[in-house]
C-alpha cells in the first residue's frame, strides 16, 4: 500500500515540474519576438494613385452604313487599309438616282426661266398685254355708261325705221279693204311686215344702247378685265407673282439638293483619316442598313483607355494627373498617359456608382492596338523626402482610429502613436511619432489590422 502511495506521490511531482518547464518555455516563447519580420524607417518619395483597368480605345472609331438601301456595286477598299477623309469605300447602284439628278438639274434650269421673265418681261409681252388690258377696260366701260354718240346714232336709226313704217303704212291703208286682190296688194302688205319688224327691231336696239350691257355682259367683261390686268402684272413682277417665282425656284432647289444627299448616300466615304478594321460588304450584296456595319474605320493614331472610379475616389482625381499603364500583352513597356475628361454624371451598374475616365495615351513606340487590356495608375499626389512605413507594420485601434507602430528601443518592444499623412496601397507617409532610421517590428501576439481597415 505504501509502495504505491509513494508511487503515486513520485508521478504527481513529476507532473508540477513538467507542467513548470511547459509554462516557462512558453512564456519565453511568447516574449520573444519574430525578429524576421522588421524594417526600418526611410526617408524617400511616396506616390499615391488610384487603378483602375479597361481595354485600349483608338482615337475614333465609327461603324458606317449606307444612307438608304440599295444592291453593293463596287467594294472599293479592303481590310487593314489606310484611307484618307472623303475616300470613297463603297458604292450602290445609282443609275436611277443618277437620272433623278439629271431630271432635278433641268426642273431647276426651267424654274430659273420662270424667274427671269417674272423679273424681266420683254417689251413686246407687255406692250400687248397692255393692249388686252385697255380693250377690256374699254369694253367693260361701255357696257356700264353707253356713249353719248351711240346713243344718238341708235335714236336716230329708230326713227328712220319709224318714218319708213309710216309710210309704208299709209300706202297699206289704202289698198288693205279692197275687195279684189293682186300682186301688187301682195308685195305692199310684206313691204308693210318688213317696216314694222325694222322699227321694232330698231327701238330694241336703241334701249340695249341706251340701258347698258346685262348682268352677264357685266360679269363677263369684269373677268376679261382682271384675267388682262393679271397676265400684266405677271409681266411687270406683282410682289404675289415674283414672290410665287422665287418659292418655286428655291424649291427646285431644294428638290435638287435632296436629290443630290440620296446620290451622296450611295457612296460610303471616310468620315477621317484611319484604318479599315472591319469589312462586312461584298459586291452584289442588299444593303439594309441592319445593326452590323458595312464597314468599321479607326483612328489608329491615337490611343485611350476609359475606365469606371468608384465614387469614393474619384474626388481625388483631376485632368492632366499623370498614369503609369501597364498592357497585359506587353509586360515591360513603359507607359504613360494623362487624364483627359472626367465624366460630369455617374453610371450605376449592380448597385455601384462610378464615373467614366478618359485616360490619352503618350506617344509610345511599344506595339500597342487596340482592345488590348490595361490596367492604369493615375497618380493622385506625390511626396519628396518623407518618412515612410509598410502599411503591414500599422495597427489601426477599430475604437478610436489612431494609429501604432512597434519600435525596437534596445532590447525593449514599445507600441508609438504615430500621425500618418499620404499613403498608397502598400506604403504610408508618417507624419509624427517616428524618426529615421527607427526599427519597427511586427509582434505576433499583436492584433494587427490592414490600415484603413
Known sequence: MRRWIWVVIGLAVVLAVAFIVVGRQGAQNAA???ETDTVRVERKPLVASISASGSVSPKAQVALNFGMPGRVSEVLVVEGQSMR??????RLDSTELDLAVRQAEQALVMQQIA????????KEEVDAARAALASAQANLRALLQPDAFQVDIARRQADVAHESRYQVQLRWDQ???????????????????????????ADLQYELVARGGSAAQLAAARAQVAQAQSALDRLLGDDRALRLAEAQLRQAEINLELTRTRQANATLAAPFDG????????????????LQ??????DLSDYHIDVGVDEIDVGRLAEGQNVHISVDALPGASITGAVERIAPTATESAGVVSYVVSVALDPTGAPIRAGMSAIVDIITDTRDDVLVVPNRFIRIDRSTGRAYVNVRRGDQIEEIEIV???RNDSESEVLQGLSEGDELIIVPSTLRLPFGG
Do not use: F, H
Open 293 to 298: 456595319p458595312a464597314i468599321v474605320l479607326a
Open 175 to 201: 289698198v288693205k279693204d279692197a275687195p279684189v286682190g293682186g300682186l301688187g296688194r301682195d308685195l305692199l302688205q310684206s313691204q308693210y311686215a318688213q317696216a314694222v319688224l325694222q322699227s321694232e327691231i
Open 115 to 122: 424667274a427671269d421673265q417674272v423679273k424681266s418681261p420683254r
Open 420 to 422: 500618418a499623412g499620404l
Open 32 to 34: 520573444a519576438p519574430d
Open 85 to 90: 477623309r472623303g475616300d470613297a469605300l463603297a
Open 275 to 290: 484604318v479599315v478594321s472591319e469589312m462586312n460588304v461584298v459586291p452584289g450584296q442588299a444593303a439594309t442598313g441592319g
